[in-house]
């Protein structure tokens, strides 16, 4: 079965760092796109951040860029999020997704991120 944690995520002031994992299980990176995407309360789901793990391309949402550098390592299964000068409007629930060449999605529980100012 295909499955995906994520973790790390935390209470943090503005300014500060985090880095979120997504382990994943049941499959390879090399075949799937791992994307991370959040939540905020009221908000709808929006892409962050996503990476092909066969052959990179890391691709960001304009508001995050600069900030957050996605990273895979195939060996260890897992994808992280570093999350630099995190701001307030970063505040939000954390979830990995997996997509496979079929357009089918995974996706895994999310991890809450606060960022005080």
């Known amino acids: 079965d295909v499955q995906l944690q994520a973790s790390g995520g935390g209470l943090v002031q503005a300014g500060g760092s985090l880095r979120l994992s997504c382990a994943a299980s049941?499959?390879?990176?090399?075949?799937?796109?791992i994307g991370w995407f959040r939540q905020a309360p009221g908000k709808e789901r929006e892409g962050v951040s996503c990476?092909?793990?066969?052959?990179?391309?890391?691709h960001y949402a304009d508001s995050v860029k600069g900030r957050f550098t996605i990273s895979s390592d195939n060996a260890k299964n897992t994808v992280d999020l570093q999350m630099n000068n995190l701001k307030p409007e970063d505040t939000a629930d954390y979830y990995c997704?997996?997509?496979?060449?079929?357009?089918?999605?995974?996706w895994g529980k999310g991890t809450q991120v606060t960022v005080s100012s």
């Open positions: 990476i092909h793990g066969g052959n990179g391309g890391p």
């Open positions: 049941g499959f390879t990176l090399d075949d799937y796109t």
């Open positions: 997704s997996a997509r496979n060449s079929y357009g089918v999605f995974y």
